[in-house]
C-alpha cells in the first residue's frame, strides 16, 4: 500500500571561498555590471584545496540530519545528486560511511542541474513503496573543478554548494508530494555538455585506447535560456493543471537557480509576485544540483518556508532534463 511523502529536515554547505564579480574581472574581460544585469549574480562560491564534493555533501546531509532528528543509524539510503563526483565509481558511499549511516544502502545519480529534483522524486518512490522509511537526498556539485576560467560567457555562471532534505513516510492524508512530471530530450543534448576528451594513445602495435579526462563545460546560453523559459512554464502548468492547483495558491516558487531573468520570466507567466519567488543566485551563481536544496533550507531556516507552506518547484538543465514538482514543507515532528 502507497504511502505519503514528509519533508522533515534540511541542511545546506558553501565553501569559505568567496569570487567576487570584480574579481572575475581581473581574470577575464568582464565586469560587474555586465554580469549583474543579465545573470543577477553578485558572487559565487569555489572550493580551496581542501574542501572536496564529500565534505560539503556530509555537512548539508549532517545539518538536515540535526534538522529531522534522525540518528544515522536509521537511514535506509543516501542518495546523492551530482555531476561531479570525487570519485567516478560513485561519492554518495562516501558520504554514507562519513555521516556513520551504517544501515543505508547510498548511490550517486546523475542528471546535471535537474538532478536534485530527480533524485528526490527516484527517493519518494522507494518510500511510497514501503521499500524504506528514512532518505536522505543530497544535491551538490563543484562546478569549479570543470569550467574554464579564461571563458567569460561561462567562468561567470557557475560556483559550488551542496543541499539536502530528509525525507521519512507518512501517512496518505500528510502526504508533502503532491505531483510531478519528469522529462528529458536527447537530442538537444548538444546545447550544455561536460564531453568526454577524444584522445587516443596506442596501446600494443595496431590497437588504440581511448585516455580518460573530460574537456570544460561547453554551453549555449542562448539556447538555454530558451529552452528555459518555453519548457518551465509549460511543464509546471501540467502539474498544477493536473492536481487542479492555481498559480495563486503557491505559497512559493522555487526554480533551479540558473539566471535571474529565467526566474522574473516564469514567475511573470503565472503572475507569481516576486516576493514569492526564491531566489539566492546572486550570492552563489549556479550550483547545479545543488541549487534547489540550498535555497529551500536557507529560507526554511530564516522562516520565510514554514510548515504547510505549498511549494512549485522546477530543475532543468543539461541532457537536456526538466522536470517539475508540487509539494509541502512539513519540518520535524
Not at 545539518?63 to 567516478?88: C, F, Q, R, Y
Not at 558520504?95 to 530527480?118: I, M, N, P, R, Y
Not at 554551453?219 to 495563486?248: C, D, H, W
Request: charged share 20%; net charge negative; aromatic share 6%.
Amino acid at each position: 500500500m502507497e504511502v505519503g511523502i514528509a519533508l522533515v529536515g534540511s541542511g545546506s554547505a558553501t565553501p569559505s571561498q568567496r569570487i567576487t564579480n570584480d574579481q572575475l574581472g581581473l581574470r577575464v574581460e568582464t565586469n560587474d555590471s555586465w554580469i549583474r544585469s543579465r545573470t543577477g549574480i553578485f558572487e559565487r562560491r569555489v572550493c580551496g584545496s581542501e574542501e572536496t564534493l564529500a565534505l560539503l555533501s556530509q555537512r548539508a546531509a549532517s545539518a538536515a540530519l540535526e534538522m529531522a532528528g534522525w540518528e544515522p543509524s536509521s537511514i535506509d539510503l543516501v542518495l546523492l545528486a551530482t555531476s561531479t563526483p570525487d570519485d567516478l565509481f560513485g561519492t554518495a558511499p562516501k558520504v554514507q560511511a562519513k555521516l556513520g549511516a551504517s544501515k543505508a544502502v547510498a548511490f550517486d545519480l546523475t542528471a546535471a542541474c535537474s538532478g536534485f529534483l530527480f533524485s528526490f522524486i527516484t527517493a519518494a518512490q522507494y518510500l511510497r513503496s514501503g521499500a524504506m522509511r528514512r532518505v536522505l537526498v543530497i544535491g551538490a556539485d563543484q562546478l569549479s573543478r570543470w569550467v574554464d576560467w579564461d571563458d567569460r560567457r561561462s567562468c561567470v555562471l557557475f560556483g559550488d554548494g551542496a543541499g539536502a532534505v530528509a525525507l521519512e513516510a507518512t501517512s496518505l492524508e500528510n502526504d508533502g508530494l503532491i505531483g510531478f512530471k519528469l522529462k528529458s530530450d536527447g537530442s538537444r543534448g548538444d546545447c550544455l555538455n561536460l564531453n568526454q576528451v577524444d584522445e587516443s594513445l596506442l596501446l600494443v602495435d595496431g590497437v588504440t585506447h581511448q585516455k580518460g579526462g573530460f574537456s570544460p563545460i561547453q554551453m549555449n546560453g542562448q539556447e538555454v535560456y530558451k529552452f528555459a523559459v518555453r519548457e518551465v512554464p509549460l511543464i509546471l502548468n501540467e502539474v498544477l493543471t493536473a492536481n487542479e492547483i492555481s498559480p495563486t495558491s503557491l505559497d512559493w516558487l522555487l526554480l533551479h537557480q540558473a539566471n535571474q531573468r529565467i526566474l522574473d520570466s516564469v514567475a511573470d507567466r503565472f503572475s507569481i509576485p516576486q516576493e514569492k519567488v526564491l531566489s539566492n543566485l546572486s550570492k552563489y551563481g549556479n550550483t547545479s544540483a545543488a541549487t534547489i536544496p540550498l535555497m529551500l533550507d536557507e529560507a526554511v531556516r530564516d522562516g520565510r518556508v514554514k510548515p504547510g507552506n505549498l511549494i512549485a518547484s522546477s530543475g532543468f538543465g543539461a541532457g537536456l532534463s526538466w522536470g517539475a514538482a508540487l509539494f509541502r514543507w512539513q519540518g520535524p515532528s
